[in-house]
Nanobody
Framework: QAQLVESGGGLVQAGGSLSLSCAAS????????MGWFRQAPGKERELVAA????????YYADSVKGRFTISRDNTKNTLYLQLNNLKFDDTAVYYC?????????????????WGQGTQVTVFS
């Protein structure tokens, strides 16, 4: 059964760090680009970072550039997001998703499979 399971969220003080993981099973990871999205209360879901199947191409939203790092380990079927220098506005549910091709995808419509999400809460 295909699954994407996020972990690593939690409560962190502003300026702190978290490491998110997304464990994939089934045909949701191998050969596909992956992405991390987030959705804050009352806001639309937004793409935070994306990575190609090879890991050679990455994308970051301007709001997280220089603070977040996306990576993947294809031998472990796992996607990662390192969150550094967290800000209050980073508070959201973070979702991993797999795209419909091996390429890095920056449009939400390109993502076809989603995890259940993990909550990140930043307090000042």
């Amino acid at each position: 059964q295909a699954q994407l399971v996020e972990s690593g969220g939690g409560l962190v003080q502003a300026g702190g760090s978290l490491s998110l993981s997304c464990a994939a099973s089934g045909s949701t990871f191998s050969g596909y680009g992956m992405g991390w999205f987030r959705q804050a209360p009352g806001k639309e879901r937004e793409l935070v970072a994306a990575i190609s199947w090879s890991g050679g191409n990455t994308y970051y939203a301007d709001s997280v550039k220089g603070r977040f790092t996306i990576s993947r380990d294809n031998t472990k079927n796992t996607l990662y997001l390192q969150l550094n220098n967290l800000k209050f506005d980073d508070t959201a549910v973070y979702y991993c998703a797999s795209a419909s091709s091996p390429h890095m995808a920056t449009m939400g419509s390109r993502y076809t499979f989603w995890g259940q999400g993990t909550q990140v809460t930043v307090f000042s």
